[in-house]
Every structure is written in structure tokens, then in C-alpha cells.
């Protein structure tokens, strides 16, 4: 029986592939590879063209995660039948798989793909009784704006009920990134 993580992003530039790649570094150090199957199982709810994190796994990590591919929420409207049919698809993978992948791991759909990301990553988790876990990112560190965010995710967390949240990961704290302060050329 496997753990079913979910990585669902609160903010925008929350750098959810750094964070999704190095939780597949941590996991693919301490799991055994059982079989002939890759102990983890990565998947993204939005379009492959728009993510980098399967080309990685792709190259680096290609003997110890399997991608499940062709799930994308990123264009769905929601209550659709194309999302209907989406969210039974990732719920049936993850029921299949489970019993095969000590780790399935799906990185949550993006507020700007997607004005209803917040239902949709709400519905999975829920659906497939995904661990959750709320990425977010900090612009600057004062007092104030982090109790701000506090706030955010109380307000978030009384909104939907989730059933299993297993913390909050703070990124990109102070990043020079966030606020486009520098400009990188190739020369």
C-alpha cells in the first residue's frame, strides 16, 4: 500500500518543481525498488508542455519514478465532462497503481492555469484521500506579511475541509526571482 501525496500550490511562483524534485530525491534514496515496477509514481494535473519536472524525472531519475502522463486539468472547465472524466481517470490510476508504487506523488494545478484550481486540487485530494501539503512562498520576511499568510492558509483551511494535511513548505523565501529584480543573459 502506497502514500499518496499531493503538492498543491497556494501562490504563484511557488517553485512546485523544485519542491516535487527534491521530494522524489528524498523518497528515491529511502525506498527499495520492489519488482520489475519504479517504486514511485509522479504525476502532474497540468499540461506536460507547461511543466518541467517530467522532463527531469525523464533524465535523472528515470529507474526509480514512472509518470503517469495525459491527465490535464490546466484547460478543463470545471463541472465538465472532460473534468469529470479527467478526475475519474487520475482517481482510477491512483487506485490501480497504489498497490504497485510505495509513493504517488501529484503536484496540484495552479491558480493561474486555471481559475478553479482551488476546487479541482480540493476535489482529487479528497477523492483519492491524498496527503496534502501546501506550498507556498514568502516575498519578504517580516512579521507582518508572514502572519498574513498564516491567515491565508487558516482562511483556506476552513473554506474546504481537508481531510489530511500534512504541513505547509515555505519557498522561495526572499528570492530575487519573485520580483523579477534581475535580468539573466546569455552572452
Known amino acids: ?19 516535487s524534485l527534491s521530494l522524489i530525491d ?15 509514481l509522479y504525476c502532474s494535473c497540468e499540461n506536460h508542455f507547461l511543466n518541467s519536472a517530467p522532463i527531469i524525472i525523464n533524465k535523472y531519475f528515470s529507474d526509480m519514478v514512472s509518470i503517469l502522463e495525459y491527465i490535464d486539468f490546466s484547460s478543463e ?25 510505495e509513493l ?9 492555469n486555471n481559475i478553479y484550481a482551488e ?14 501539503i501546501f506550498v507556498i512562498n514568502l516575498k519578504n520576511t517580516s512579521l507582518k506579511y508572514a502572519l498574513k499568510k498564516e491567515n491565508q492558509i ?4 476552513e473554506r474546504k475541509k481537508y481531510k489530511n494535511v500534512l504541513g505547509v513548505v515555505i519557498n522561495n523565501i ?11 543573459t546569455v552572452i
Do not use: W
Open 1 to 19: 500500500m502506497s502514500r499518496i501525496i499531493m503538492l498543491i500550490p497556494v501562490d504563484h511562483d511557488v517553485g512546485l518543481t523544485a519542491i
Open 104 to 112: 504517488i506523488l501529484i503536484t496540484g494545478l495552479k491558480s493561474h
Open 119 to 132: 476546487q479541482i486540487n480540493y476535489d482529487i485530494a479528497q477523492n483519492i484521500s491524498a496527503e496534502v
Open 26 to 40: 528524498i523518497f528515491s534514496k529511502n525506498v527499495i525498488k520492489k519488482n520489475n515496477y519504479a517504486p514511485i
Open 174 to 184: 526572499n528570492s530575487p526571482f519573485l520580483e523579477k529584480k534581475y535580468c539573466f
Open 154 to 157: 487558516k482562511i483556506f483551511l
Open 77 to 101: 472547465l470545471f463541472n465538465s465532462a472532460k473534468y469529470f472524466f479527467s478526475l475519474d481517470k487520475i482517481i482510477k490510476e491512483c487506485h490501480k497503481k497504489k498497490n504497485i508504487h
